[in-house]
Structures are given as structure tokens and as C-alpha cells.
């Protein structure tokens, strides 16, 4: 156990919906960073926020969005849904910002768009 | 943006042997990480590298941070069956980047 949660595991949904995953960071890690997998694929780096801030932005959609709280969970929206949205959505968290240290991952939040 | 090259893609290998995996890269790297995972899991970390030239073991697995900083390799020695997964390199460049960049991935097959 990574202690980084996710919710929730799988979500089924049809397209035009919107979704929201939630990450839970490991308990004293301010950093949390968004993956997307897609089947067989490598894991792209979506976004990362540092202490409800935004830090890094990779390649995320502009129907994506996402927010880290002041308790440091973290939220992703997914909007407009398509169906190449269907993958598996890992969050990770760290210590730090980026630099000397591990970001450790979820179980990771299977979504399906229908 | 930044790449990793991750090789080989996949590989079968029969229980006992040793495996070897590597990743580079046209950037320079400030750490170097390598995770495995497993079907519909998520990843998990095996072994952190933050120093040019590190050689650190984790049991049977053994990385390196190269030298020139722009590639690590990861060894698995005696495989067994339970090492099937896919490994993943990742990589953190310098100051002022906070993105963890991964490779492909390499999926190691183990044949008993």
C-alpha cells in the first residue's frame, strides 16, 4: 500500500458527461502530479500542484482541469468526455515539489466513456 | 519537450536468467527512478537514483545513474516468476522542472 488513495477505482460513463477523480496524497506529501494511461501505453504526464498551487503542466486537455485543496487532496475534472478518453488515471504524490525525491502512486482510477 | 528512451520494448527471458534494461536521454536528469507494474495496477517504486555514477541494490535489482547523467540502467538478477510486469524509467531534469518524465516501459515476460 502506497498510502496515496483514489476514488474511485472504476467509472463508467457516456460521452458528453463530466467526471471528477479524487486523489488523496500520502500523509505529509505536498506535492500531488496527474497521469493518464491509456491501454498499452507509456504514462503522460497530465498536471502537478505543490501545496494548492499549480506547479507543472504537461499534456493536458483544455476540457481537463484540475485543483489540489487546502487538506492537499486533490481533484481532477474531466469534461465533455470522449470516448479516447477512456484510460486508466494514476495520481501520485511527493514530498517535495520535484528534485531529490520519490512520488509514490495510487491504485489509479479506471475510466470508461461509453 | 523531454523524452526518455526506454529498451528494449519487451523481453522473454527464462527463469534464473538475468535481466538488463536501460533508458536514455538527449537531457540531463537531477534523478533517475525506476518503477514496476503490474496489469491494472499502479506503479510502484523499486529504486531512487539522485547522484551522477550511483550504483544502488534493492535485493535482486541493482540501477545506475549514469555518469553523464542522460541514462540509467536497471538490472534484475536470477528472475523469477514475479518479476513479470511492465518497468518503467522516469526521470526529474533540473531546477525549476518539476515534471516526472517516464519511459514506454519495457515488458519483462518470465518463462518458468
Redesign the interface.
Known sequence: D?G?TQTPKHLITATGQRVTLRCSPRSGDL?V?W?QQSLD???Q?LI?Y?NGEE??K?NILERFSAQQFPDLHSELNLSSLELGDSA?Y?C?SSVD????????????T?LTVV | GQQLNQSPQSMFIQEGEDVSMNCTSSSIF??W?W?KQDP??????LI?L?KAGELTSNGRLTAQFGITRKDSFLNISASIPSDVGIY?C?G?SG?G?????????TKLSVIP
Open positions: 502506497s496515496v506535492s502530479y497521469y501505453q507509456g504514462l504526464f502537478q505543490y506547479r507543472a504537461g486508466l494514476f501520485a515539489p520535484g528534485g531529490n525525491t520519490e512520488a509514490f502512486f495510487g491504485q489509479g479506471r | 537531477n534523478t527512478l518503477y491494472g495496477e499502479g506503479p510502484v517504486l531512487a539522485y518503467f522516469a526529474v531546477a522542472s518539476y515534471q516526472l518524465t517516464f519511459g514506454k516501459g
